[in-house]
């Protein structure tokens, strides 16, 4: 069974990975700056 809390988490975990660059460009534009984006990237379950 689905706990409540996970029907709250999973929407902005989509919008997250949606907007993952944004994101970070928005929030920590240095580090995003310092990352080689064309190499891609995985988002983990846990």
Do not use: C, N
């Not at 929030?27 to 080689?36: E, G, K, L, T, Y």
């Amino acid at each position: 069974m689905t706990e409540p809390r996970d029907a709250f988490d999973s929407p902005w975990k989509d919008v997250l990975e949606a907007y993952f660059q944004d994101f970070m460009q928005f929030f920590f534009p240095q580090i995003h700056a310092d990352i080689d984006w064309s190499r891609g990237y995985d988002f983990l379950d846990q």
